[in-house]
Nanobody, 127 residues
Framework: QVQLVESGGGLVQTGGVLRLSCAAS????????AAWFRQAPGKEREFVAA????????YYDDSVKGRFTISTDNAKNTVYLQMNSLKPEDTAVYYC????????????????????WGQGTQVTVSS
């Protein structure tokens, strides 16, 4: 059974830095895509970034491009989201997701296309 466990959330000031981790277990993930989504109170879950498990392809939402970096450590079966220059509008619960998926931007962005999800980690950015 696939398990995804996020960690690394917290409270930071505007301009601060956080690194989220997503530890995956339960199978071999070589053919998988991993992604980060976020959900703010009263809003729908939205796409943040995606990566293929080898790390050769990445894709970002425009709102985080240049500030966030998604990466993988295959030896540790872990996906990371490095978040720099954080803004109050980045405040949300961040979720890690994974699935076998065609690498197309329109497909990557849809939460329902992902089979496995973590429990979420809260990120709060104060102004």
């Amino acid at each position: 059974q696939v398990q995804l466990v996020e960690s690394g959330g917290g409270l930071v000031q505007t301009g601060g830095v956080l690194r989220l981790s997503c530890a995956a277990s339960g199978r071999t993930f070589g053919a998988y895509v991993a992604a980060w989504f976020r959900q703010a109170p009263g809003k729908e879950r939205e796409f943040v970034a995606a990566i293929n498990w080898s790390g050769s392809n990445t894709y970002y939402d425009d709102s985080v491009k240049g500030r966030f970096t998604i990466s993988t450590d295959n030896a540790k079966n872990t996906v990371y989201l490095q978040m720099n220059s954080l803004k109050p509008e980045d405040t949300a619960v961040y979720y890690c997701a994974a699935t076998q998926l065609t690498w197309l931007a329109t497909v990557l962005r849809i939460p329902n296309n992902y089979s496995y999800w973590g429990q979420g980690t809260q990120v709060t950015v104060s102004s």
